[in-house]
């Protein structure tokens, strides 16, 4: 006959916090009280740290909480919690491992498997320390042990399930951590009421990377698919997949001005707020220039703005715009820019995505400038879906209103040679090209705008030079032919005829 309890069954309850930022998101809020759930992962994936993190956070709101180790010993946890700069002061840790009595060959077992003894022993010290803290939190650290004493699967399906039964008695939310053996064992992802898988994988260079994954959740509506984190001092922080549909809106944007009144010309009349333009051109062409020119339009307008870049560094950018007239400097120290250096061996595209994202939650910023686009996609070249990422970042940025700027650079300097190591154009509404072209001895630019989805545009080509009074677009190059080709013919009497 089963025995009654007055536990609800109900999932309906205030979800609790796991204390871990970014994972309440990804799970719709938090766990449901009172049910045992699995965080399983290789050795070194943080289990450790999400288990304090998770009693930690149940310690701040006045709970009773308790970690109980069955490899590690309360020196060693007390050790994790001061890399992270926790106090264990209200976390109750009990060590449930083998003694050193262990050694003694007096001690061996010889007549009994030591699933006899020892499991039921185990069993008893669990329980007797649940009954004297009576905590509403427990970390079970880890099932690897259990899973040994338990000679055989079902003997250790049946102990589980019993653990589920004992706690959910006593109102306990449960972690069990699991080291997840190379033989994936089931039985406890069937029992469990969500499984939280963590993922590690090595990279040839810089760190590696980790993501982890919700495998099952009952009752929740949480988000699917891998979400990369980080282990830092303070704790893991999750960095939620960014899914741009929950944003999608319909309305009028207005154009923008690129501050050059020939290049607006080209775009028919600017670029659209929320959409995204690519620039593009071998190295030289000052596209990173050009980029910052929109940039200080954005500020005039009274807009903000940010800028994510790779390969440069700051103090590069802030003089090489100070020469040509563009005070980024300033925009800087007043709190108009944000700018952004991108170490790409040191983070994931799920790290950028979400830095990306606080800056326009956070500052408002209307205009986002990524330089380049080629130091992205290249700073992670074993990540086989970097194009659906930053097609999500398009797609968000783009229904929060704001204008992003890619800078693509093409391999090659002059002639039909050139290519693109990294074809995104697909991704982004507009494209502007900037080239090389020879003309009397003398290497010279030329823009032109290839695609435009928001308006028309011209298709004209125009000179393009930059000096130290800033960015100049000339006239439409009606007496040149071949211009693209870096190599044109010129059928004008002198090229300032021609403009």
């Not at 320390?129 to 399906?157: C, T």
């Not at 205009?367 to 080629?374: A, K, P, Q």
């Not at 992205?376 to 797609?395: C, G, I, K, Q, V």
Request: charge should be negative; include cysteine; charged fraction near 20%.
């Amino acid at each position: 006959m089963s025995k009654s309890t007055n536990v609800s069954l109900s999932d309906d309850s205030e979800p609790l916090s796991l204390g871990v930022d970014g994972l309440d998101d990804i799970l719709r809020g938090g766990l449901t009280a009172n049910r045992l759930y699995l965080i399983e992962g290789m050795p070194g994936s943080g289990k450790t740290t999400i288990g304090l993190q998770f009693l930690l956070e149940g310690a701040r709101q006045g709970e009773s909480t308790l970690y109980i180790t069955l490899s590690e010993t309360e020196i060693e946890l007390q050790a994790v919690a001061n890399s992270h700069g926790w106090s264990m002061e209200n976390v109750h840790v009990h060590e449930v491992i083998a003694s050193e009595d262990f050694l003694d060959p007096a001690e061996q077992y010889t007549l009994f498997h030591p699933s006899e003894v020892e499991l039921r022993d185990t069993t008893q010290n669990i329980s007797s320390i649940v009954e004297a803290v009576k905590p509403k939190r427990v970390v079970i650290d880890s099932l690897s042990e259990l899973r040994l004493l338990s000679s055989n699967p079902f003997r250790y399906r049946r102990q589980i399930l019993a653990y589920k039964q004992f706690f959910a008695r006593r109102e306990c939310t449960v972690l069990m951590l699991d080291d997840r053996p190379a033989a994936f064992d089931m039985q406890i992802r069937s029992i469990a009421h969500g499984v939280i898988s963590l993922d590690q994988t090595d990279s040839d260079y810089g760190v590696g990377r980790r993501r982890l994954r919700v495998i099952k959740f009952r009752g929740r509506n949480f988000s699917e698919g891998f979400h990369d984190y980080k282990i830092r001092r303070g704790g893991i922080i999750v960095f939620p997949r960014l899914v741009a549909a929950p944003t999608r809106t319909l309305e009028n944007r207005l154009s923008v001005s690129s501050g050059i009144t020939a290049l607006d010309m080209q775009l028919g009349g600017g670029l659209e707020e929320g959409t995204s333009t690519i620039i593009g051109g071998p190295p030289g062409t000052g596209k990173s220039t050009l980029a910052a020119q929109f940039t200080m339009a954005a500020i005039k307008r009274g807009d903000q703005a940010a800028m994510f870049i790779f390969e440069e560094s700051t103090n590069i950018l802030l003089n090489r715009t100070a020469a040509v007239g563009i005070d980024l400097k300033g925009a800087r120290e007043s709190g108009n820019v944000a700018i952004y250096q991108i170490d790409p061996a040191e983070m994931s595209p799920g790290e950028f995505a979400q830095r990306v994202c606080a800056s326009v939650e956070e500052n408002h910023t209307k205009l986002v400038v990524i330089d380049s686009l080629n130091g992205y996609l290249n700073a992670m070249p074993d990540e086989r879906f970097l194009s659906l990422h930053m097609h999500e970042l398009l797609a968000y940025l783009g229904q929060q209103g704001v204008t992003t700027i890619l800078v693509g650079v093409h391999q090659g300097m002059i002639g039909n040679t050139m290519s693109t190591a990294v074809e995104a154009s697909y991704l982004a509404d507009n494209v502007l090209l900037i080239r090389h072209f020879e003309y009397n001895g003398e290497v010279r630019q030329a823009i032109s705008v290839f695609k435009k989805r928001a308006s028309l545009h011209e298709r004209t080509i125009r000179e393009y030079s930059i000096s130290e009074k800033g960015i100049y677009v000339g006239n439409v190059l009606h007496q040149f032919h071949g211009v693209l080709s870096g190599i044109p013919t010129f059928t004008g009497s002198s090229l300032n005829d021609s403009e």
